[in-house]
């Protein structure tokens, strides 16, 4: 495998793959609804599709992205910006979704991501935020059965995940590399303009 290629893996791919793989392990057919659909939310996304997911919701605001992830295996989309990202997921689902996964670190995506669980369901923090960010939840949404849960590079072991990952790769069960987009070194500057923009999913430069 080309470097340039698994220099993605070290992070986000396998945190958003690890989410998951490793800290959720949905079973055949579980519902996911994904918040935040760049480079650990696509991740995940191909995950839920290798995981068997039957209902795969992509939640983000930049339709480009929305549009990639049901070509990566979403089952829906929804863009938070014309309509209530809850009240679609609710709908969809027909009262929640079982496993939840929060990819941006804003606490308002936050509460929505909790917000969509049905009893017993499971809501997976990723996005990264300033230290002492504090966020509002519904004490008695969580004390029925439901688990907020903090993942950290996605549960894995680095050394045995990653050539999980690669393998699935070669079997065309995980095609990461539709997240990639390459530029060359001096270009660094339009790669993190593109990035932030929502340009493209995962910039990797090449030296």
């Known amino acids: 495998m080309p470097l340039e290629l698994l220099g993605p893996m070290g992070c986000g791919i396998m945190t958003g793959a690890g989410a998951v793989m490793n800290s959720f392990q949905p079973r055949p057919g579980a519902s996911i609804a994904i918040f935040g659909v760049g480079n650990v939310g696509m991740s995940a996304i191909l995950a839920a599709m290798v995981c068997g997911c039957t209902t795969i919701i992509a939640v983000d605001v930049h339709s480009d992205r929305l549009e990639m992830a049901r070509q990566l295996g979403a089952t829906h989309t929804i863009n938070a910006r014309e309509v209530n990202p809850v009240e679609a997921v609710l709908d969809i689902t027909g009262g929640g979704a079982e496993f939840s996964l929060e990819c941006v670190g804003n606490p308002k995506v936050f509460r929505q991501a909790v917000d969509v669980l049905p009893r017993l369901g499971v809501c997976g923090l990723t996005g990264v935020v300033p230290p002492g960010t504090e966020v509002s939840l519904n004490m008695d949404l969580i004390m029925n059965g439901r688990t907020v849960k903090g993942i950290l590079g996605g549960d894995a072991i680095p050394d045995l995940f990653i050539p999980r990952l690669i393998e699935l790769y070669c079997q065309g069960r995980f095609p990461f590399d539709r997240l990639i ?26 030296l």
Do not use: C, S, W
């Open 181 to 206: 987009t390459f530029y060359p070194f001096d270009e660094i500057n339009r790669a993190v303009e593109d990035m932030e923009q929502g340009h493209v999913i995962k910039p990797v430069l090449r």
